[in-house]
DNA sequence: ATAAGTGTACTACCATGCAAGTTAACCGGG
DNA sequence: CCCGGTTAACTTGCATGGTAGTACACTTAT
């Protein structure tokens, strides 16, 4: 039994949660790749009753499908889904812009202003994961300024499904220039509490996004919904050749470690 | 091991996060309460497995808290996050229904229509159950008549926060009659195709909503947040008498049946 | 050669057993 | 009477074993 998963004191399910989560997310496990909790226990060095409590979790995400007695693969991206989290996500966000416009106190203000600057700072060396943290930072203070920090973890689990769509490929340099520069418009309209200005530059951002998230979807057309499951090997074992974690299967060939 | 679960053809877990969450929400469950896995595997007549799996479900909806090695027990309501899940309703709905009237065409009009005389058919006789269920019927229909039904599934999960509330104490007739009445003009002006009359219709319902809650909140202080949990055995004692599910608990002195 | 039948290797589901940790009651000494 | 130490009965977390069901490959009969 090795330590291969030691971060914080929660358990080992949730461990396995945030891990197969965050492969999922990224497109390291592309749609359609079948999971097996064998296979994940094994890999991890645990037993498979974590693992399997796991997969209920990332289920209820609209992560993963669980096909009793078939096998578990990793959900399609589902346009129609996609659509909707955008306008949940839409809907919300502009609301909280409007509201934190118009209670932003003087260090709301430095913070957001910190906020931005520091993604900037990571537009040429930084990292995608540490360039889209910062980015959600943003978002998620917007919900804390007016009062109602859950709010963003309701926005966020939606907004998972869209994450899955633009890590579809990386974002080119004028993208996320593109990105910042919508920032600090929406920050500069929030600290000056002018909310008209706010809502109205959080609309143009948004709206950039769900461009994205077409265009996106129309170049992947094998990771959305109309993919069938257990037919279709072929699919799979494409898909299954992206992660290591799912490379290669056990045969009656080897067994025996 | 009897046959007491048979429903539809789920998992033993899921039938028994639906058996558990309605028995919450309901408020036959009462915050503090104390759940064990081995207790509710004994009356259900299945293993430790499937019981915990649902534990795990109703903890990732805010149902329940789980402290490794100490207990599960029912999570009080928060009256932060319930004050967030009307924030995210009354947003969501208004926009919504606002979309609504545009979109509504003779089909959908006629349906709604049948919504909401159902609804007053269940003014008098109906059961609590039956009078919430046509309730949420209308709203539902909403979302699908704008075209985003999955819309409606994180309202509702986010209202059930609203729901522990609302369960506290059944309607009294003159508030049943008055909600029928708010739908009953809600779904004139979403008829009418006349969005502000719908908002505006829909704000007012939403904010009577709010007043209950209020109210509530202020009526049963005992279940809101600051509770402590390991601590005060008399308290959970209470509590525990309210449903049957937990009335009596193996102590030293009654260990066989 | 094609189609139906059979076996085998997988899958997720559930039952059970063990371990680590917490709590509360009990008991003896101050 | 009050306080500290011990023990016993709980709790959840994790490991493991057995079972029903599925799918694919092989065999056999047509």
């Not at 890999?43 to 693992?51: A, H, K, M």
């Amino acid at each position: 039994m090795a330590g291969q998963i030691d971060l914080d004191r929660t358990t080992v399910a949730d461990e396995i949660v945030a891990l197969l989560r965050d492969r999922i997310v990224r497109g390291e496990l592309t749609p359609g790749a079948q999971l097996s909790e064998n296979e994940i226990a094994q890999q991890l060095g645990v037993s498979r009753t974590p693992v399997r409590e796991a997969f209920i979790q990332l289920r209820e995400q609209s992560l993963l499908r669980i096909l009793p007695q078939r096998g578990s693969f990793v959900a399609p991206i589902n346009l129609g889904q996609v659509e909707d989290s955008y306008f949940l996500r839409e809907t919300m966000e502009i609301r909280i812009v409007g509201l934190a416009a118009k209670n932003c106190k003087a260090k709301n203000a430095d913070r957001l202003r910190a906020i931005v600057n520091r993604q900037r700072t990571l537009l040429d060396g930084g990292s995608d994961a540490a360039f889209v943290k910062a980015d959600d930072a943003m978002h998620r203070y917007f919900s804390e300024i007016c009062g109602r920090p859950r709010v963003w973890k309701v926005i966020s689990d939606a907004k998972v499904q869209i994450d899955r769509l633009r890590c579809l490929n990386a974002q080119d340099q004028s993208t996320r220039e593109r990105i910042v520069g919508d920032h600090e418009r929406i920050v500069d309209a929030v600290v000056g509490g002018d909310a008209d200005a706010a809502v109205g530059a959080m609309t143009h951002h948004l709206r950039h996004i769900h461009k994205n998230i077409e265009r996106l979807a129309q170049q992947f057309p094998g990771y959305m919904d109309g993919q069938k499951f257990p037919s279709s090997r072929a699919a799979e074992a494409r898909a299954q050749r992206v992660g290591d974690m799912t490379a290669r299967r056990r045969t009656a060939d080897n067994n025996q470690p």
